[in-house]
């Protein structure tokens, strides 16, 4: 089987951001593995496409493009999915730098013609040079990195992390795009859980599927210093409960929850447990991250039964773009459902 042509997409959404996107770019170009392209995705900011025009106007290898949907990283994708032109179409996060051999690990994935999606490890990298004592790997999710308790090696999984992600166009052609309603949207509450729901559907479009997590295409993700406090922490729980409760409204609680199962039976208790015997030898942020852990699923919780009796009620709707070829068909046409 050929190596397959890889395009990749960046969202971006603000200015404040620049020296991150050059950096993420720059990370692409420097890829041993060649992509086809790299595609910008301005969402709803004029004067943030009119910089990043004119910054690669002179590139071949570099397209800036509007968010051709509405405002939200959702939809911001699904444009660059229909812009691009390769046969596997990669997500990097506008506030990430990859690796030399991320775009090679994720061909390697696709030898397989069975797979199509192909995942990656995603680091942080904190504000402060260091992780805070009181912050649990197990819950590095809530900072967009790969989190305690995911399986070592290249693996099976029920779904792949969208800030580090590759997908088959074929994926897309057999169970659409991703999901608007469910993702960030801009400044709303920091929600999640689009790339969940996009692999559980593809997964029942495409019985035959398979998709993988490669921890050896690696990406650097920045963590801001708001985001090393309690506050974002908490938020960030109660918002990813909010997320599970559309998915599952939107799957079934059965594979909505299916990999959140173990997490909270097995993961979570040895993370506390861990930070138990931390604290009793005395060493630094042992409890804090017991304590984390724990406030952390009981923050989800609520976010997550907020969210279901939001869903009851009728709540906001979400649709599913269809992709077809180059374009993208009118969400009205796609799969509605009702949630947080």
């Known amino acids: 089987m050929t190596d397959p042509d890889i395009s990749v997409v960046i969202c971006v959404y603000t200015e404040d951001r620049w020296e991150d996107i050059l950096a993420a770019v720059s990370s692409v170009r420097a890829q041993s593995y060649p992509a086809l392209e790299t595609l910008l995705v301005v969402d709803h900011n004029a004067a943030l496409l009119d910089r990043l ?99 070592p090696g290249r693996v099976r999984v029920r779904n792949v992390l969208g800030g580090n992600a590759s997908f088959r166009r074929t994926a897309f052609e057999a169970a659409g795009g991703f999901a608007t309603g469910i993702g960030r949207d801009g400044d709303r509450r920091p929600l999640g859980g689009e790339e969940t729901e996009l692999c559980i559907r593809l997964s029942r479009a495409r019985p035959d599927a398979v998709l993988l997590i490669d921890d050896g295409a690696v990406i650097h993700h920045r963590v801001p210093a708001a985001r090393e406090h309690f506050a974002y922490f908490r938020t960030r729980a109660y918002a990813e409960g909010l997320s599970k409760a559309l998915v599952a409204r939107s799957v079934g609680t059965d594979k909505g929850l299916e990999s959140e199962r173990r997490y909270t039976t097995r993961v979570l208790p040895a993370g506390v447990a861990r930070g138990l015997r931390d604290a009793l030898f005395a060493r630094p942020g042992g409890a804090g991250r017991a304590g984390a852990i724990v406030a952390g699923v009981l923050t989800a919780a609520g976010g997550y039964l907020m969210g279901s009796v939001r869903a009851r009620r009728g709540g906001t709707t979400f649709s599913v773009v269809r992709i077809d070829g180059d374009a993208l068909t009118d969400p009205g046409a796609g799969t509605e459902g009702e949630g947080a």
């Open 53 to 151: 025009a004119r910054e690669y106007k002179e590139a071949t290898d570099v397209r800036v493009l509007a968010n051709a949907g509405p405002r939200g990283l959702s939809a911001g994708r699904n444009t660059g999915i229909a812009a691009s032109h390769g046969e596997v179409i990669a997500f990097l996060d506008d506030d990430a730098v990859a690796e030399r051999d991320w775009l090679r690990r994720f061909a390697e994935g696709y030898a397989d013609p069975r797979v199509l999606a192909v995942g990656g490890r995603t680091e942080p990298v904190w504000a402060s040079g260091r992780r805070p004592a009181w912050f649990p790997e197990e819950f590095d999710w809530v900072v967009g990195c790969t989190y305690r308790g995911l399986p």
